[in-house]
């Protein structure tokens, strides 16, 4: 059976989560401009094949295809409709593959829209986080994460939007680019490690990390920043690309191997992360050298 929570699982130990689900979805015959959410109805066995892949590789937890499923994002594929429907199918097929003894986490993306813009309010905005991660919990899922965020003000409602209509364990995750600073790391709305850390605890998110726009290498530093923020006590998840990737022959490739990922994650623990796993271009086959590594360290 599953441990009480997933933060109380990564106090004891380093926890391996999944790997890259749209870039698996790709090599499973997704085609660009198709929406991946609409999968969970339409091909639900190919998103199962994705979940079942990364528990068969060892992972601790796996997410659901619900990236782009707030009624905000699927709108523009005119399935604004169907977001209920869309998130419950997601959780359950990941807890078809979880089974009862791993978690299933609840992804939840940026909608696309600014607040500081106008392109919406707090109040439609909270309401559509509402929406997508009610039907997430009714769907099986233990946790959300609030995930590749950039904007403080939509990551911190998103969090507090959670903590208010679920019982959802909350991860809330950012994605930063490096700048042309030594060891200084940016989301596009300017938002440093440390003070994306410091603004999602402040909502009320249980665990914090980054995901996606660095490989592992990038990740050491970033880890070590809102570790310095967060203290202690608060587990760091990092969900980290296969490397940085480049276009051959027309067509985006992500450069490491996994024996090259794995490689860095004796800094990354060192530098404070606790939950580590994958994300664009990471396949079952890098989350199975993460655990092995993981096993040969703690050894």
Not at 148 to 173: G, K, P
Not at 175 to 192: L, P
Request: charged letters at 20%; glycine letters at 10%.
């Amino acid at each position: 059976m599953k441990r009480s929570t997933i933060a109380a699982a990564a106090a004891d130990r380093v926890l391996v989560s999944d790997g890259g689900w749209g870039t698996y979805l790709q090599e499973l015959g997704l085609i660009p401009g198709e929406c991946p959410e609409l999968w969970n109805l339409k091909h639900p066995e190919r998103v199962l094949e994705v979940a079942s892949a990364y528990v068969a590789a060892g992972a601790d937890m796996i997410q659901t295809n619900s990236f782009g499923g707030s009624r905000c994002k699927l709108a523009m594929y005119d399935l604004a409709d169907q977001t209920a429907a869309i998130n419950r199918a997601a959780a359950a097929i990941s807890r078809q593959a979880a089974g009862q003894s791993l978690w299933v986490v609840g992804s939840v993306g940026p909608t696309g829209k600014i607040l500081l813009l106008g392109d919406t309010d707090e109040a439609q905005l909270s309401d559509a986080f509402r929406q997508q991660i009610e039907a997430l919990a009714e769907g099986g899922a233990d946790a959300v994460c609030v995930e590749t965020m950039s904007a403080l003000d939509e990551a911190s409602l998103a969090i507090a939007t959670a903590r208010r209509h679920s019982s959802l364990e909350v991860i809330a995750t950012f994605t930063f680019a490096a700048t042309k600073d030594e060891n200084e790391y940016r989301t596009m709305m300017g938002v440093s490690p440390a003070e994306a850390a410091r603004a999602a605890l402040e909502a009320g998110a249980h665990i914090i990390g980054s995901n996606c726009g660095n490989g592992f290498a990038g990740m050491i530093e970033i880890v070590r920043q809102m570790r310095r923020e967060a203290g202690p006590g608060v587990p760091i998840l990092v969900h980290g690309n296969a490397g940085l990737p480049r276009m051959e022959n027309g067509r985006e490739v992500f450069p490491e191997t996994p024996a090259m990922m794995s490689a860095h994650l004796p800094a990354l623990v060192e530098a404070g992360a606790n939950i580590i796993g994958g994300c664009c271009g990471a396949t079952p086959e890098h989350v199975r050298a993460i655990r092995q590594a993981l096993q040969t360290m703690q050894r």
